[in-house]
């Protein structure tokens, strides 16, 4: 990994940063549905769903400041849907273009087999060119495309579900 930067477990005091980075993403209308900033307290039952040996919620620090995040959701939430997970990287802007999603993803991939995922999903808008670039550079492939599903702001957008198969 990168000089400087460690990945761990998120603690609850790491939420008011989680939040505020996920906040960075809300305008560019890039990589999130919400279109107003969200808060702590609407996020602590999100942070309180995760833990170490199921489903996760890492950060990603850089000289001991978290600079991104990585979580794992269940999918539906259904019990026949266990082994299946969705991740979620958002990067702080400044820190773009330095390969800390590659970092993050690649490390969930690895992880996968410890936490019983067998497949992981990315719920991508289709304009998101640098996500879906990513996943697929990690031979994520198009599972579903979800047309004009998404309205931001007066502009329709469409969803590209990508999916691997981590396990066989």
């Not at 808060?39 to 833990?51: A, L, Y």
């Amino acid at each position: 990994m990168r000089e400087n930067v460690e990945i761990r477990d998120a603690i609850m005091e790491d939420l008011d940063r989680i939040v505020e980075i996920y906040n960075t993403s809300i305008p560019g209308q890039l990589a999130t549905a919400d279109l107003e900033e969200i808060t702590v307290e609407s996020r602590i039952p999100w942070f309180q769903d995760h833990n170490t040996h199921h489903r996760p919620l890492w950060v990603l620090c850089q000289n001991s400041e978290i600079v991104g995040w990585l979580s794992f959701q269940s999918f539906y939430g259904r019990p026949a849907y266990n082994a299946t997970a969705e991740v979620s990287i958002y990067i702080h802007p400044d820190v773009h273009g330095k390969g800390y999603a590659r970092v993050l993803l690649e490390k969930a991939m690895n992880e996968c087999p410890n936490l019983k995922i067998k497949t992981l999903l990315a719920f991508v808008f289709g304009h998101n060119i640098p996500s879906i670039s990513l996943f697929k550079k990690y031979e994520f492939n198009e599972w579903a495309h979800l047309p004009k599903i998404a309205d931001m702001d007066g502009v329709e957008r469409d969803l590209i579900i990508l999916g691997k198969r981590i396990v066989e």
